[in-house]
């Protein structure tokens, strides 16, 4: 029987639950392919399902998406060099957005005589031949190492995987050459109980003490989050903390997640770092968060006590990051969530039940309402019929089922969207947690595949601005749609062009040459604009439901047909074409404010 360190790489994977590999597989792949094979002829359903991505960054973001719901890392193979490189943006993403993802890439091989099976066989092989192919990706990566034996292969991945599972999670990069990827091994196992990650970290008992104190006392308490609801269970541990403290406030600064539901009165919604209890707030928690608050715009009172928990409070991948927190401590938001509740309600209990705390409530409850009325209000048609970015979304809320995941890549529009959205289920609302454009398309499929896989199918939406559509590498994520039946829908906001741009550049020059022309002359606009709706059926072989809306009535009579071809089994794709008051811009003020 052959038994190559290939095989046992795919052994060792599924061994330690990686059930999906996201391949885009090349010429150091021999052994790999011949692994594949045998494995799907002999391990009869005990084997990893092999998803062929005609593009690496649509291969990590499908792996990046599955992860991110379920927390069970999955695996991507690239080719070589080149195979890495073009993983691009992607890994960027997954180190930012917390993602435990496996990525192993082949090696050109090292022996050029045929001394070992797996010699050079190409011309290739030379040109592929470089000095350190790990310091590709090695400054995002938890951890990288080369597979330089066959006789270890398990303990390497599962070394990495240790990484990729254990807070902060991230991507992990295995490398190795054909050579020792060809290599016979005698079978064997390791035993998996040795291989968990690092188990989570709790707050002293003196910084439960000092954080529920200072919570209770405080006159306008907030809390600002970012990854919490990763884990889901920890949702409610945070909701447990506003009952508690009531009048506690909680912001959504978009690390990925859904954290806080919009059901609750301390509900502030998510926005990326400027919000204006920010200013206001006497004690501010910020917990499992990157960007608490932007200094430049928003930046919270002098006298302010800050705690900062965190599983990175150091941020050691930023060069330059430092909030003024009283106390930082690297502890587990849910373990550390949980220690408050339980200080609160035994130590603190006959405070927290004060009839000040019931006065608080009523009045928290009264501004949320107010809050959610004005939301509605956004979401309106103007004289012509046409819709911005909160008609929209309300729409698609009104629609989709109920437990919709959504998957969201917005840009400069999220806010809107997540107004709108309302999530309240953990899980539920999911996004790039990163700046690299292009996510959500193989984010959306992994989502969804994710679902599936694990028994708890839900309806999944794709809400993706038309530039980073682009970015998303359609052409392979509706053919990877197609070719795998992995029905999900598709709404691009098509606001003809970049609208980042424009608001960066308005923030540092607000009166600038700039500020006076339009995208076109801003070189940020898509001006003639693509069928986005059509790239799409295009790399399906027409395989999917695609159409284009303008106006209200056209939303109204589309939204419901593309949503009834999903929940049937096909992928939909509509261009949902905005206007707003400023129309020459495509999206008008929401472009600029998001």
Same mark, same amino acid.
């Given at each position: 029987m052959v038994y190559t360190a290939s095989f046992a790489f795919f052994e060792a994977i599924w061994e330690a639950g990686v059930t999906h590999v996201f391949v885009n597989l090349g010429s150091d792949h021999p052994s790999i392919i011949e692994a594949i094979v045998k494995g799907q002829n002999e391990k009869k359903g005990q084997f990893p399902r092999i998803i062929t991505c005609p593009n690496e960054m649509v291969a990590l973001?499908?792996?990046?998406?599955?992860?991110?719901?379920?927390?069970?890392?999955?695996?991507?193979?690239?080719?070589?060099?080149?195979?890495?490189?073009?993983?691009?943006?992607?890994?960027?993403?997954?180190?930012?957005?917390?993602?435990?993802?496996?990525? *192993?890439?082949?090696?050109?091989?090292?022996?050029?005589?045929?001394?070992?099976r797996g010699s050079r066989t190409e011309y290739i092989h030379w040109i592929q031949d470089i000095p350190?192919?790990?310091?590709?990706?090695?400054?995002?990566?938890?951890?990288?190492?080369?597979?330089?034996?066959?006789?270890?292969?398990?303990?390497?991945?599962?070394?990495?995987?240790?990484?990729?599972?254990?807070?902060? !999670?991230?991507?992990?990069?295995?490398?190795?050459?054909?050579?020792?990827?060809?290599?016979?091994?005698?079978?064997?196992?390791?035993?998996?109980?040795?291989?968990?990650?690092?188990?989570?970290?709790?707050?002293?008992?003196?910084?439960?003490?000092?954080?529920?104190?200072?919570?209770?006392?405080?006159? !306008?308490?907030?809390?600002?989050?970012?990854?919490?609801?990763r884990k889901h269970a920890a949702v409610q541990e945070l909701v447990d903390l506003a009952n508690n403290v009531k009048g506690l406030r909680v912001l959504d600064t978009g690390g990925s997640d859904m954290c806080f539901p919009a059901n609750h009165p301390g509900w502030l919604g998510l926005r990326y770092g400027i919000e204006a209890n920010i200013k206001s707030a006497d004690v501010i928690l910020v917990m499992d968060c990157d960007v608490p608050w932007i200094h430049t715009q928003c930046p919270p009172s002098e006298t302010a006590k800050i705690f900062h928990i965190d599983v990175d409070p150091l941020k050691q991948q930023m060069p330059v990051y430092y909030i003024n927190a009283l106390k930082r401590y690297r502890a587990d938001s849910y373990t550390s969530l949980q220690q408050l509740n339980s200080h609160l309600?035994?130590?603190?209990?006959?405070?927290?039940t004060s009839s000040l705390f019931t006065d608080r409530w009523t009045a928290l409850q009264s501004s949320h309402k107010q809050k959610l009325e004005t939301i509605a209000a956004e979401a309106v048609v103007d004289e012509n019929g046409h819709f911005g970015t909160p008609y929209l979304t309300a729409q698609?809320?009104?629609?989709?089922?109920?437990?919709?995941?959504?998957?969201?890549?917005?840009?400069?529009?999220?806010?809107?969207?997540?107004?709108?959205?309302?999530?309240?289920?953990?899980?539920?609302?999911?996004?790039?947690?990163?700046?690299?454009?292009?996510?959500?398309?193989?984010?959306?499929?992994?989502?969804?595949?994710?679902?599936?896989?694990e028994g708890k199918a839900k309806f999944v939406c794709q809400i993706v601005g038309d530039g980073t559509y682009l970015f998303s590498v359609p052409g392979s994520v509706y053919w990877i749609s197609n070719r795998y039946k992995i029905p999900v829908l598709t709404i691009v906001l098509n606001n003809q062009g970049w609208n980042a741009p424009r608001k960066s550049?308005?923030?540092?020059?607000?009166?600038?040459?700039?500020?006076?022309?339009?995208?076109?002359?801003?070189?940020?606009? *898509?001006?003639?604009?693509?069928?986005?709706?059509?790239?799409?059926?295009?790399?399906?072989?027409?395989?999917i439901w695609a159409a284009s809306a303008s106006t209200a009535d056209e939303l109204g009579k589309l939204l419901p047909e593309a949503i009834k071809e999903v929940l049937g089994g096909r992928t939909a794709v509509l261009d949902a074409q905005l206007q707003g008051p400023e129309g020459k811009y495509g999206g008008g003020k929401a472009a600029l404010i998001g």
């Open positions: 973001s499908m792996a990046d998406g599955y992860a991110r719901l379920t927390g069970k890392p999955q695996c991507v193979i690239v080719h070589v060099d080149v195979g890495t490189q073009g993983l691009g943006a992607a890994v960027h993403n997954a180190s930012c957005g917390r993602a435990p993802v496996l990525i *192993f890439a082949g090696l050109s091989p090292f022996t050029i005589e045929g001394e070992m350190d192919q790990k310091q590709i990706v090695a400054q995002y990566c938890r951890y990288t190492g080369e597979i330089k034996s066959g006789k270890n292969v398990k303990q390497l991945v599962n070394r990495a995987l240790s990484f990729a599972k254990s807070d902060p !999670q991230g991507p992990v990069y295995l490398c190795g050459a054909r050579e020792p990827m060809e290599e016979d091994l005698t079978p064997y196992q390791l035993k998996q109980e040795y291989w968990n990650p690092v188990e989570p970290a709790a707050l002293p008992p003196s910084g439960v003490k000092m954080i529920a104190e200072a919570l209770v006392n405080a006159q !306008q308490p907030l809390a600002i989050v970012g990854y919490t609801g309600t035994t130590a603190l209990k006959d405070k927290i698609l809320k009104k629609y989709c089922p109920a437990d919709t995941i959504w998957a969201i890549e917005a840009v400069t529009q999220t806010a809107f969207v997540a107004d709108q959205i309302q999530a309240t289920l953990p899980g539920s609302w999911i996004n790039c947690g990163g700046g690299g454009l292009g996510w959500s398309g193989g984010g959306a499929l992994g989502i969804k595949l994710a679902t599936d896989t550049m308005l923030l540092v020059h607000p009166d600038g040459e700039g500020s006076k022309v339009d995208n076109v002359e801003l070189n940020i606009s *898509f001006k003639p604009t693509p069928d986005y709706a059509g790239i799409a059926k295009a790399a399906a072989g027409g395989e």
